[in-house]
């Protein structure tokens, strides 16, 4: 139902559609009653057109009963014109972009303009838009052809009822035809536009249906004539699928026949121009094939670098795959071998570094033989001063010591050693003989441990040990080049199975006791080789804690209860109520104490973490022969008691390698040139303090050892110790963890005979004769079979002989007053001896197997380098052309002329020198008699080609190469040593200026203050009327009653009267002999130092045990001492 108001815009609506005047009817359809929507005042026109045809639709419909327009249809009439509208202005869109881009030939264009002008964009295909644009222009210029005048309005008709007329050059458009309508006839239409885009679209979709994808189908199928095209398609598909057996036969038929015309064709045109076709092929052949060898030599000259790199590659790879066979196959190929047998050569740098290793070992054995000396003497020097400073000797003794510093600081010792050339090296021919047995007797010792392990044990402790320090260490070198450590390893191995054999009865003895073996590897390894890693080890941790000013670790509580009560009265000025003598447990009642007492661990836990840390991460720097030792004692006790468990195996471990090596070094590593020290310089009490707190820590660590008893209040750090056990105990257990020296140092039974240099010592006349004395005391313990070797060779050198002797008549002026200190001097003269084998090959001497196999093996080498084969069974069997024996001939001419450079002790055995001269076949010849003898001893087997020899081979070669980068690391290391020894050498020297200085300041001093006393020196600069002090003698009750003596075990002091001593001053300042007696009966001896005495005063010791049962006050005994031989 409509309301009442708009009936009546209907009506007035109505009625101007009638008058047919644009204008009312537009007001009327503006009328608010009418509420119509979406009405454009610019398109009256049009709107007065639709509604007329409408009404006149409605008033010509018999079946209508209305012949007004109602609202609704009112309104569809106005919508009905706007579409027409918004189709006029799309349309007037698509004919101006269009016509406007073909005119300015914006070709880029035209996909762009018909996707926005045309109504369904899917019509416009991209692939056609050249198509499009091509087609377009084509058009409008035939169209332009039959134009002769051009106006500029455009007219559209819609739905064949409606003209729309728009003017190009004034954008005006209009519903009713303008007066003086000229049309635009040179542009194409919409209508033309459309058809030609369809026509395009069309055809591209019938060229392309058949081969298109299912994706570009949907999008034919989206355009406009899609649905069309697509019947069309599935039509004519159908109708090949039911024809598909006709259309393959047609196909077939058509495609034979044409293949068949065009090669008849072709076939008669090639017959008929035969010779031609022939010129051509070769013609093109020939340039064809220049072409490709000019091009192809071309790229190569392009890439000459790259081919060179490439060919290197190969034969790197080549090289590198036969290496791999060398090193890694069981049974190496004659082929492969002979590519490397060039290594077994030496060539000049190798004389020259074997000559700079020698060089550089012989350095640093005499300046590690002189340091030695020179820091016996320095210490000596030390208690002299020290003995002066309390007025103990005179200074007439200590004046004479420094000179004799001062002899060795000037070059006494360099005289000593240069004179090699006067001494045993310039014999006469018969001596000459004993200078070789006793290079035979020192390689003996030097590679067959058992006989020095078995010395060891026969002497007594003291001689054993000093014998240690010098002879033995001498005859390794101290283990200055890879076969050295090698055989010393070997020498303390067999020393301590053999100690541990004979002497251990408990575990426990290892760590009580002090075996001679463990004492000599920790000697060794604290000394000259070992020092610098004991400086990498702990120098940085130890200097932070001397450097650390602010550090203070007391942890005994009497100690830190005095320095309270010290520093209460410093501070007060007045006498402190407290006691002075206190105990532990009266001391920790006190507040200040404990908590002293307690910041003094937790400093003492911080820094022990610093060393222990340092330790622990630094196991690599452990010399690999102290490991080694390690893993031996591990092995050895765990062999003798096998019921010891694991912990106890690797306490001992730790009491090697932490007790017996570290700790020394960390309470005193001023001692141990572990920290640099000026001369005079020294660490006071709180540092040595510091450092041996947290010595004292890490040693109950190692031996997982609690704080009980009197350290009970150190108690709080037990769960401390047992943590850092635990990593000690990882510790130990992985420095064992060490392959065999064999492995190491890749050394074998054959070592000595192939490397180039024969192993050289530095040994001075006096330890030769000393070592030979000790040999032959105790040769029934060491070789007591008569066919042993060492008995023959003692046997060959007879007895002992003097100093004089051994260097021969005429080496001592017999007249020579001061003949004893000349022979004293000689006899300190080292000497180089060249150790050999006394079974080495010689002439005309009987050679062993493993000699005849080293000699073998060189000529093999001489002959498969010049006669080629693929087994030495093939290549001794043929002969040698003469080519191969001109070829051997010229390598064995430059071979001499190498050896001809070879220095002296170098060269080979003047039958191996021999052997290399002889022609390629009689050097066959020669192989195929020394195979079979060598295959009698069952060294070689002809069954396998002889292939055991030619691994043999292999391995040398593999060895020199090891051996050579040995070498090349022995060069640097000895370099390194040399340069640290030289350095200490220098901090001596630096202490012997000191105390000339100090010295000489004490001679000013004494003539200052004109004493009495004046010193008397003769030319030797020895003090005149110098005069041992005379023995003193005292009963035990007189020492008793003067205090020195306190209580002698089981004898009461009524027996005192029966029991006298003896002290009497050795030649040795501060060393005297005390001998006891009961009732005139002489029963022990024991020696007293002066130094040690004056240590145990400094360290609080008041009473200590002669005899093991005499108890004496050190204090009283000191004071007897200095009054009776010091006149104090």
């Known amino acids: ?75 569809q009439a106005v919508d009905d014109a706007n579409v027409d509208k918004d189709r006029a202005k ?12 073909l005119e300015g030939k914006k070709s880029s264009d035209i996909l762009s303009v018909l996707k926005s002008s045309t109504s369904n964009a899917n019509d416009i295909i991209p692939e056609c838009a050249d198509k499009y644009y091509d087609a377009l222009v084509k058009a409008k210029e035939l169209k332009s052809e039959r134009v002769s005048s051009d106006g500029s309005w455009l007219k559209l008709n819609l739905h064949k009822k409606y003209d729309y007329y728009y003017n190009t050059d004034s954008k005006e458009s209009s519903w009713v035809t303008p007066e003086s309508c000229l049309y635009k006839e040179s542009w194409l239409t919409g209508k033309e536009i459309e058809d030609i885009i369809e026509e395009v679209t069309v055809g591209y979709i019938r060229e392309n249906i058949w081969s298109a994808s299912e994706e570009l189908l949907l999008r034919f199928q989206a355009t406009s004539s899609g649905p069309i095209l697509r019947e069309e398609f599935e039509a004519r598909k159908s109708f090949l699928h039911e024809q598909e057996e006709n259309v393959v036969k047609i196909q077939a038929f058509w495609k034979g026949y044409k293949q068949r015309k065009e090669y008849m064709h072709r076939r008669q045109t090639f017959i008929d121009n035969t010779d031609s076709i022939v010129k051509i092929q070769s013609w093109f052949r020939m340039a064809t094939a220049r072409k490709s060898y000019l091009s192809r030599l071309q790229y190569f000259r392009d890439h000459n670098n790259e081919i060179v790199k490439i060919q290197s590659l190969l034969r790197a790879n080549k090289a590198r795959d036969d290496y791999k066979t060398l090193v890694g196959s069981e049974n190496p190929p004659l082929t492969v071998i002979r590519k490397f047998v060039y290594l077994l050569d030496q060539s000049d740098l190798d004389f020259q570094e074997e000559l700079e290793v020698a060089r550089l070992r012989e350095e640093v054995v005499t300046k590690i033989r002189a340091n030695q000396q020179l820091e016996k003497d320095l210490n000596l020097m030390d208690i002299k001063i020290g003995l002066l400073v309390k007025n103990r000797i005179t200074l007439e003794d200590v004046i004479s010591h420094s000179k004799k510093l001062n002899k060795k600081k000037g070059g006494e010792m360099e005289i000593l050693n240069n004179t090699d050339n006067q001494g045993i090296k310039s014999l006469s021919k018969e001596r000459r003989k004993t200078l070789e047995t006793y290079q035979q007797l020192f390689y003996l010792l030097q590679t067959n441990p058992l006989y020095l392990a078995k010395l060891i044990f026969q002497m007594p402790q003291n001689k054993s040990t000093k014998f240690m320090d010098t002879v033995i260490f001498t005859l390794y070198n101290y283990a200055s080049n890879q076969r050295e450590e090698y055989l010393l390893l070997k020498l303390f191995k067999t020393a301590l199975e053999e100690e541990i054999k004979s002497k251990v009865d408990q575990v426990q003895d290892i760590v009580t006791g002090n075996p001679t073996v463990i004492k000599m590897v920790v000697s060794f390894n604290r000394g000259a080789r070992g020092q610098n890693t004991l400086r990498q080890l702990l120098a940085p941790v130890v200097k932070e804690i001397i450097d650390d000013k602010s550090l203070i670790i007391n942890t005994n509580p009497v100690e830190v209860y005095k320095a309270w009560v010290n520093q209460l009265e410093t501070q007060t000025g007045e006498a402190s109520k407290l006691p002075y003598d206190v105990t532990t447990e009266q ?22 973490d610093k060393v222990l840390n340092s330790i622990i991460s630094s196991l690599d720097l452990l010399p690999y022969g102290l490991r080694y030792i390690a893993k031996v004692l591990k092995n050895s006790i765990h062999e003798k008691f096998p019921d010891a468990t694991e912990d106890e195996l690797l306490k001992i471990v730790g009491n090697l390698l932490y007790y017996r090596y570290m700790n020394p070094a960390i309470v005193a590593p001023d001692g141990f040139d572990i920290i640099d020290m000026t001369a005079g310089g020294q660490i006071n009490s709180d540092q040595r303090r510091n450092l041996g707190s947290v010595a004292k820590v890490l040693q109950h660590a190692a031996s997982n050892k609690l704080f009980e008893g009197e350290n009970e209040h150190l108690s709080s750090m037990n769960n401390y110790l047992s943590e850092t056990y635990q990593e000690f105990r990882k510790y130990f257990k992985e420095a064992c963890n060490v392959p065999e020296p064999e492995e190491k140092f890749n050394m074998d039974k054959y070592t000595d005979l192939v490397t180039v240099s024969k192993p050289v010592i530095y040994i001075s006349i006096e330890e030769i004769i000393s070592t030979h004395s000790l040999l032959l005391e105790h040769q029934d313990a060491i070789a007591p079979e008569k066919n042993d070797l060492l008995s023959e060779l003692l046997g060959s050198l007879g007895e002992v002989p003097t100093v004089e002797s051994f260097l021969g008549e005429g080496a001592v002026d017999p007249n020579d007053p001061n003949k004893a200190n000349t022979l004293s001097q000689l006899s300190k003269t080292e000497i180089s001896l060249v150790l050999t084998s006394k079974y080495d090959i010689e002439d005309g001497e009987a050679i062993d197997s493993r000699s005849l196999m080293i000699k073998t093996k060189k000529l093999i080498i001489d002959v498969i380098r010049n006669q080629p084969g693929n087994t030495l069974t093939e290549i001794l069997e043929t002969p040698a052309t003469a080519q191969q024996e001109v070829d051997h001939a010229t390598d064995m001419v430059s071979r001499a002329m190498i050896d001809s450079r070879t220095p002296e002790e170098m060269k ?88 000339d200085t100090y010295i000489k300041t004490c001679l000013d001093n004494l003539k200052r203050k004109n004493t009495r006393r004046s010193i008397k020196l003769d030319g030797k600069g020895e003090p005149k009327g110098a005069k041992r002090a005379k ?26 009267k029966n029991v006298t001593f003896d002290i009497i001053a050795t030649e040795d300042v501060g060393i005297f002999d005390v001998r006891s007696k009961f009732l005139g009966v002489e029963m022990e001896k024991v020696q007293l130092n002066i130094q040690d005495l004056l240590q145990m005063q400094y360290e609080g010791v008041a009473v200590m045990k002669m005899f093991d049962k005499v108890k004496v006050n050190v204090n009283l005994l000191i004071y007897l001492l200095n009054k009776k031989f010091y006149g104090k």
């Not at 799309?90 to 881009?101: E, H, K, R, Y």
């Not at 006190?590 to 003094?600: C, F, I, M, T, W």
């Open 90 to 101: 799309q349309w007037v869109t698509l004919v101006v972009d269009v016509n406007q881009c």
């Open 1 to 75: 139902m409509h309301s009442l108001p708009g009936v009546v815009a209907v009506g007035y609506i109505n009625e101007a559609i009638d008058e047919g005047n644009p204008l009312r009817t537009l007001e009327t359809l503006l009328l608010p009653t009418a509420n119509i929507s979406d009405v454009d005042p610019a398109h009256a026109q049009h709107y007065q057109d639709v509604l007329y045809h409408a009404k006149s639709q409605k008033l010509g419909d018999s079946e209508s009963v209305s012949k007004v327009l109602w609202l609704d249809e009112i309104q």
């Open 1031 to 1056: 023995p003193v003698k005292y009963t035990a009750a007189k020492l008793h009653e003067k205090g020195v003596l306190l209580d002698i075990d089981d004898l009461q002091t009524n027996q005192f």
């Open 587 to 608: 001391a920790l009642t006190y507040p200040e104490v404990k908590n002293k007492l307690e910041a003094s661990i937790e400093n003492l836990r911080r820094v022990t």
């Open 908 to 995: 080979h055995s003047q039958s191996m020198i021999e052997d290399a001269q002889l022609p390629l076949e009689q050097k066959k010849r020669k192989i195929q008699r020394n195979l079979r003898t060598l295959e009698q001893t069952g060294h070689v087997s002809s069954e396998n080609k002889y292939q055991d020899i030619l691994n043999e081979i292999a391995k040398d070669i593999r060895n020199q190469r090891i051996y050579r980068k040995l070498r090349k690391a022995e060069l640097a290391k000895l370099q390194q040593t040399l340069n640290a020894l030289n350095k200490k050498a220098a901090f001596y020297e630096e202490q012997i200026n000191y105390y």
